[in-house]
């Protein structure tokens, strides 16, 4: 079973976006097996490979339960700390609980809303590309903030983060717009970091250090009173 499944995570089927470069890598390979010989044949069915990987799109499931904040992204947790949301989104200058996590080149890179909510405001802000892994690559890297409103009242934040090599970052979603707990809203390009801001007085339960599936790693419960799970 263990297998099966990183078989399916795998040969998932690749997201949209990257179209475009598994063609340029299926078209060299042609090019170089017809025309120019076979070192470029190997190059395009590698990159192809590649691009096949870095783009897949697997199936999520989020958990079923209201009130559960969960992974906008695969990747690591490098950041457990209070910080005032992105200015754009116009949140107000209270720190709240961030999670950050930093996606390597090897992990899926479709991004998914934390919660189910409404859209409320997306910012984009241009900025550097440092290592997305650096705590400052939350206020100097390029980055997409969107602010999601609870049906509550409440706001939780997701920020897309452009990284070293990480030039594109790709966002579905409109303001207005209802998304759903793990639906996919976009994708960064070539390793990336994603911020998740809580709403004030919730912590998260995670760690440094922790992995997360996109998805459907809880992050926090916005009923801190209710038993754990």
């Known amino acids: 079973m ?6 399916r995570l795998v040969l998932a089927s690749p997201h949209r976006a990257g179209y ?45 339960r209201e009130g559960l904040v969960v992974a906008p992204a695969d990747g690591h947790v490098v950041s457990v700390m209070p910080a005032v949301p992105p200015a754009e989104l116009g949140l ?4 709240r609980w961030r999670v950050a996590i930093f996606l390597s080149v090897l992990d899926v890179h479709v991004n ?35 602010a999601l409103r609870l049906p509550d009242g ?7 983060i452009a990284g070293l090599v990480a030039r594109r970052i790709l966002c579905d979603i409109r303001e ?9 809203f976009g994708i ?24 997360m599936i996109g998805g459907e790693t809880v992050l926090a419960d916005l009923n801190p009173a209710r038993l754990p799970l």
């Open 92 to 95: 107000g200058p209270a720190p």
């Open 176 to 184: 207005g717009d209802s998304v759903q707990a793990g639906e996919r």
């Open 20 to 64: 475009p470069f598994i063609a340029i890598g299926v078209a060299v390979a042609v090019l170089g097996g017809l025309l120019l010989g076979s070192w470029l044949f190997w190059l395009g069915l590698t990159f192809t490979l590649f691009c096949l990987y870095f783009f897949r799109d697997p199936r999520r499931v989020a958990p079923d």
């Open 112 to 146: 998914r809303a934390p919660v189910a909510g409404r859209v409320t405001r997306i910012a984009y802000r241009p900025g550097k590309f440092l290592s997305a892994n650096l705590d400052k690559a939350s206020e100097d890297n390029e980055r997409n903030a969107i």
């Open 2 to 7: 263990a297998l099966g499944q990183s078989l």
């Open 188 to 211: 960064i390009r070539f390793g990336s970091r994603t911020d998740v801001y809580l709403p004030e007085g919730i912590r998260p339960m995670v760690a440094v250090g922790q992995t």
């Open 154 to 160: 409440r706001d939780v934040a997701v920020v897309q």
